[in-house]
């Protein structure tokens, strides 16, 4: 990723780029959440949110955890598209104290009442989606106009969550689906761009060997495109009869665009196949929950979290990781920390698909499966904490990697 121009500045490092807040907020914000719904879960503990305990941890996942990684990647990705200059120091504070208040206000729901709650949350979205729109808008960037789109998607999703807790409709469900669908079809859009790019860029240098991948061709638009008919089908009609196939469809597609990007030639490089991993994620969630559908064998919730815990893991892990090493002119490759995070939260995927297998061991694999999740978001925090927080000193001119 090139480095985009930075105002000089006084404040926080912390305040200087908008990955650096959004990455450490989404990484502790994963790691807390995920046992908080367990305890609940298991009966132990209630939350203090007037949501029911499956809604709350649904969308503090999309709209909480996943929202703060869309926005530290956007706000980062943005300037380099539109040549402007980045959001820093008090407006880029803003942002993250809307999100914070969020995260507070959907939690203790029960206490301060469902319009209050609503209106909290509901500002960061909305504030984030005006952001992002006015900087692609004056840098006349229309070709990214797709993520102001993916910005209303998630904003009509929370809504409709919100709309369902103060009672005037039952739409909690649907919200959080439209929310789900958006962040994979962001995964499609955008992992369809960087995956190759970067494949291509390190298999040039690292092995000439090996053919790179292809530029974007007729599969990446059939992949994108039979991607968006099943998450439109399975958000409006996830009953239906269309709904499997389309995601059986979706699946083969995103499978064969993942086997056009030579991701077994990158195994040496965590950077690298972890993003491929995280795309595979995609199409194995797709091609469960269609089969699912078809021939009952597994929970729903299991090809569910294929996709989430699997796909949106995975990929936010690996953005996270790459983007704060870029831009803080770190060389992108792994070290032992990094690798174990990446093992953790795959191990957390492979164990929250195999606890509907465990019978009396369910709760146990469920508990395996949020404390993998936790450390591996818990370690990245741990970790890049002096990455994202702290300024750039003499003795970090060749950092070791991390």
């Excluded at 912390?14 to 990955?19: K, V």
């Excluded at 305890?39 to 649904?58: D, E, K, N, S, Y």
């Excluded at 929370?158 to 409709?169: E, M, Q, R």
Aim: charged share 10%; hydrophobic share 60%.
């Amino acid at each position: 990723m090139a480095i985009p121009r930075y105002r000089s500045r006084h404040g926080p490092a912390l305040l200087s780029a908008g990955f650096r807040p959004f990455f450490l907020l989404s990484a502790a914000w994963a790691s807390l959440a995920i046992p908080m719904w367990v305890v609940a879960f298991a009966g132990q503990v209630p939350l203090p949110t007037a949501l029911p305990p499956v809604v709350w941890h649904v969308h503090e996942m999309v709209f909480g955890f996943a929202a703060a990684t869309v926005a530290g990647f956007l706000l980062t990705a943005i300037p380099n598209w539109t040549g402007r200059m980045p959001l820093q120091g008090g407006p880029l504070a803003v942002l993250a104290v809307l999100w914070l208040s969020g995260r507070v206000a959907m939690l203790l729901s029960s206490c301060i009442g469902a319009g209050a709650t609503a209106a909290l949350d509901l500002a960061f979205p909305l504030a984030f989606l005006g952001v992002i729109a006015r900087e692609i808008i004056a840098g006349h960037n229309w070709r990214n106009l797709p993520m102001v789109a993916a910005l209303a998607c998630l904003l009509g999703g929370n809504a409709l969550v919100h709309l369902g807790a103060v009672g005037l409709a039952d739409t909690e469900a649907v919200g959080n689906r439209i929310g789900v669908a958006t962040l994979l079809m962001l995964i499609s859009f955008v992992g369809g761009r960087i995956i190759p790019s970067f494949t291509r860029n390190w298999l040039v240098k690292q092995r000439p060997d090996v053919r790179p991948p292809a530029a974007f061709n007729w599969l990446d638009r059939v992949a994108l495109a039979v991607s968006a008919i099943a998450l439109a089908f399975w958000v409006l009609a996830p009953n239906g009869a269309v709904m499997p196939w389309a995601c059986v469809a979706a699946g083969v597609a995103d499978g064969l665009r993942l086997a056009c990007w030579r991701g077994l030639a990158t195994l040496r490089e965590p950077m690298l196949w972890v993003l491929h991993l995280g795309y595979g994620w995609l199409a194995i969630g797709f091609l469960l929950l269609g089969l699912d559908t078809v021939v009952p064998w597994l929970p729903q919730t299991t090809a569910l979290h294929a996709l989430t815990v699997g796909a949106v893991g995975c990929m936010t892990l690996a953005v996270m990781t790459r983007a704060t090493l870029g831009h803080t002119g770190r060389p992108v490759t792994a070290g032992a920390g990094t690798t174990t995070i990446f093992g953790l939260v795959t191990l957390a995927a492979l164990l929250r698909l195999l606890a509907p297998f465990g019978g009396a061991e369910y709760a146990t694999l469920l508990w395996l499966a949020a404390i993998a999740w936790s450390g591996a978001f818990g370690l990245f925090a741990l970790l890049y904490l002096p990455v994202l927080a702290f300024p750039r000193t003499g003795r970090d001119a060749t950092p070791r990697p991390i």
